[in-house]
């Protein structure tokens, strides 16, 4: 059995390089840059209005005098006009200023008379309520780094530039196959014996987490052939493979052995910890293969603590967050092993909830965080600070 650190290092060190890919800009939302971005317009790409108004030239302007309002421009339209001394033209909020104009009087400042304007207010200087060209971004400026998280407004800002696609680092494809006779739909009747599968849907829910969507579940019998078979269809399909139950010692615990008839190469097999002791890693090519032991419990802990890792090391982007936080009451655990119990972050630090068997989900369910206690630790008293993940958003 190795240690929590050790098997950490272990799934690093086989990880495959992070790829790239050219997304659709939308596709991309969430994602981390592979490259810097450069702008390829100068943006306002012309000489804009920022108000509804009049257009004129600054220079023109005595202070009292009016203007003859010679035609209007709406935004998305060019005017085509060229303005002369003393002439003005009606603007509105996004159109082209016309040649010879460079500053706009907000319509609200204006006394209209027929087709003459007279500007009412001092406040007012060359370029006022003009946004001009090239004064957000100009071209060929870099206008991002590589590693920057694409947010919504990065989004939208880099739409507004033109950009249709950006050079993104991929997630990673996962296919998830659990795998127990007991396995039954939520939703059906429950016969004697029979439970309801439910680490496939905790599984895609903590993916959604961090935007990814699995790309197949499978549920198999405990019987070698069917899950050798789902093992070959999935794992050339693939980066990440998450397989959930069988991996103990039990007679019907088939899937390390069907694993290893598919070629894949055990890196690990149980963790000094607690829950998840049986935990399996194991690669095959390019493709990681974790094999979860299938309590509910020790499933979502291992996907946080080590699959998560695995996916952050491809999309170069951090999840869950680990601080420090002291805990607001005391613990005892075995010796020997890191024990990760689902906790609740309050005021003073984090607790640690009952119901820690692995079994149950009834506080994981009520959990924000995972805390961790390592293997040399026996009683953890109340205000020690401890190690804290969080798995909410
Ligand atoms: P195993 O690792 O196959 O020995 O399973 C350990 C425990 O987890 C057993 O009580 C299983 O019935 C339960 N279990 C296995 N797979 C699932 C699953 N997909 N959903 C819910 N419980 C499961
Ligand atoms: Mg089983």
Not at 104 to 119: D, F, R, T
Not at 256 to 266: D, P
Not at 295 to 313: H, M, Q, R, W
């Amino acid at each position: 059995m190795i240690s929590v650190s050790e098997a950490r290092k272990k799934i690093i060190d086989n990880c495959p390089q992070a790829r790239v890919t050219l997304l659709p800009l939308i596709e991309a939302a969430g994602c981390v840059l592979a490259d810097n971005v450069y702008s390829p317009i100068d943006s306002p790409h012309f000489d804009q209005s920022a108000m509804d108004g009049y257009a004129f030239r600054f220079d023109d302007w005595d202070g009292k005098s009016g203007f003859k309002v010679i035609g209007e421009v709406q935004a998305g339209n060019g005017s085509g006009i060229d303005l002369h001394s003393s002439e003005a033209i009606r603007i509105f909020t996004g159109a082209a200023l016309p040649a010879g104009a460079d500053t706009v009087v907000i319509q609200e400042n204006v006394v209209k008379e027929g087709n003459l304007i007279k500007i009412v207010t001092n406040h007012l200087g060359k370029g006022s309520n003009v946004r001009l060209k090239g004064s957000q971004v100009k071209i060929k400026e870099q206008i991002l780094n590589h590693g920057h998280v694409l947010s919504p407004a990065t989004v939208a800002f880099l739409a507004g530039l033109g950009f249709t696609h950006v050079l993104v680092y991929s997630n990673p494809t996962v296919s998830i196959i659990t795998t127990g006779k007991e396995l039954i739909k939520p939703g059906e009747p429950l016969a004697e014996g029979k439970i309801y599968e439910s680490n496939s849907l905790g599984l895609k829910a903590a993916l959604q987490q961090i935007n990814i969507t699995p790309a197949a579940i499978n549920t198999v019998d405990d019987e070698e052939e069917k899950i050798i078979k789902v093992i070959r269809e999935q794992i050339k399909k693939v980066d990440i493979l998450i397989l959930t139950g069988g991996v103990s010692v039990g007679d019907y615990d088939f899937v390390t052995t069907a694993l290893e008839k598919c070629g894949v190469q055990k890196v690990f097999h149980k963790v000094k910890q607690k829950p998840g002791k049986p935990f399996y890693f194991g690669v095959h090519q390019q493709t990681l293969v974790f094999a979860l032991p299938g309590n509910p419990a020790s499933v979502l802990t291992c996907f946080y603590e080590y699959v998560v890792d695995a996916i952050s090391k491809q999309t170069k982007k951090q999840y869950f967050k680990s601080i420090q936080l002291p805990l607001t009451n005391d613990f005892s655990k075995k010796k020997g092993l890191t024990f990760f119990l689902k906790g609740k972050i309050n005021k003073d630090g984090v607790s640690i909830l009952p119901d820690q068997e692995s079994y149950k989900m009834n506080s994981f369910a009520l959990a924000d965080c995972i805390v961790e206690l390592g293997e040399e630790k026996e009683v953890v008293r109340k205000s020690e600070m401890v190690s804290v993940r969080m798995i909410t958003d």
